[in-house]
């Protein structure tokens, strides 16, 4: 079974096919990261706009690297939140097309679900139940407990911003570039993570995730020193403490739900220190560790396509009536 | 006459009109905000009282504008994905033309202004000579800080009026006579990329942007 995955929430577009829900047999992506980097951040007006020129070309470039005719296509897996509308619109309404005319089944898939495949799509293994799952992204960042392909317990989130908009954030006040996650592990690199001491947000306050206390501390740190800044101690001293932060909720979950699997996932996935950080976590509880490749951690339709052939037996009976959500909780049904 | 299905999502509501060998069909559907749900299901009806089958369609045309852009992007990637994979064309008529077309057909001649209403007491406007053959016409509107005519000549307002302004309803019959009067766009795939929205203003952050260099 051939599934065609079609990924639009953010800035990137996305086509892929994947056989059988675990061989990617082409994945391309079109970026529009050097479009977004004049403003800071992504622009939705600008990100649909785009969307809609790349997604035909990526199409058609898809199909003829994956050396299938649509014919061959069993069905169609896009995403359908949560994420921006006017970019979400773009994909759904171009796999709408490719569904109606082919008469092959949609499935609307969840874009943060997605993520905790990709870790599995690495490997090219389906998801094993139950494990706990970090998703850390520019928008997300959700520990969640996995029972089943659509069935998730959410034991935290962030009740501000989230990690890589934190990293945008300081980037930006640095006038580093964009986006954030990358120039900051590059600035860092080598550096010494302990000569600032930033905040560990929400230490000892359960699950729950807060990031915008540690942009406000960076900023202040930065006026403070002025001139005598160590930019790349400080960028080291940033992603320690986002690490560090994530790494104590992820010790309590283990120790509390007691799964011996830990998936990281998600655009902030690929964040060095804390990947690190993370597989010595996961060795002290003797956890398999899964993460996905840097290709897989960024928005991608082969990770669409993946959880697509999982859920498809829970996708709505007339999928084609599905619109595109801002909000979809994971595991939540699909909305109309 | 050529079996085709058109899309104006270019308002809350969506207008499709769809044709088989002998005649064509059209209708309103109330699609506000739900456009990206509703789509196949409309084109399902409308081609049901067309009886004509998808993989029948030789033509695809899609109103490029102005309007909600959302919407409008919604039909565009919709109709250009069927157009890719049937192979067959895929033609964008905007609403100026249309209206153009509409007052042709109404027995109007001579050069006129058309105006569309957008943002806060804005305008798009377009100047067009009727006597000249509509399915050649490229409209460059223009964006007016006021809604009020800003020339002699005769001015309609598309779907909309106000003072010294008359109101145009575009219609199925100068639609229909303008799709058969067009030459239909070769099924290259070049060519399906051309069919865009019509983007006349830029976006917000863009006017930002350009504000800051200024």
Known sequence: MLTLGIESSCDDTSIAVVENGTRVLTSLVSSQ??????????VPEIASRKHLEAILPLLRDTLEQAGVKISEIGQVAVTAGPGLLGPLLTGLSCAKAIAWQQQIPLIPVNHIEAHLTA????????????FLGLIVSGGHSNLVLASGPRQFETLGYTVDDAPGELFDKVARHLNLGYPGGP???????GADPHKYELPRPMAGKGYLFSFSGLKTAVVRLVESEGDA??????????????????SRKVKLALQETRVKRLVLAGGVAANKPLREELARVA?????????????????????????????ADCAPENSLLVNAVANWDMGAPCSF | MTKYLFIDASENATYIQASNSNTYFNQIFDTHR?????????????????AVANNEIERFIVCTGPGSLTGLRVANSFLRTLAFLSERPLA??????????????????????LMAPTLIDKAFAVEVDLNTDLALYQPEPKLLENRLPHSEMPTFGIRWQNAGIEKVTPTPEALH?????????SPDFSELLKILPLYIIPSQAERKLEEKKC
Request: charged share 20%.
């Open chain 2, 34 to 50: 739900n456009l990206g749900a509703k789509i196949t299901e409309i084109c399902d009806e409308m081609l049901q009282k067309a």
């Open chain 1, 183 to 189: 120039v900051i592990q590059k600035t860092g690199e």
């Open chain 2, 92 to 113: 964008g008529i905007d609403l100026f033309t249309w209206t153009a077309a509409t007052l042709k057909a109404d027995g109007k001649r001579g050069k006129v202004c």
């Open chain 1, 33 to 42: 990261i050097e479009i977004h980097r004049r403003f800071g951040g992504v």
């Open chain 2, 177 to 185: 006579h303008l799709i058969e009067t067009q030459k239909a766009n």
């Open chain 1, 229 to 246: 800044l160590d930019l790349p101690a400080l960028c080291a001293a940033l992603q320690l403490a986002v690490a560090d932060t994530f």
């Open chain 1, 283 to 311: 060795g002290k509880f003797k956890c398999e560790f899964l993460l996905p490749t840097i290709h897989l951690c960024t928005d991608n339709a082969a990770m669409i396509a993946a959880h697509g052939y999982l859920t």
């Open chain 1, 119 to 130: 870790s599995f799509l690495a490997n090219q293994r389906f998801p094993e139940y139950p």
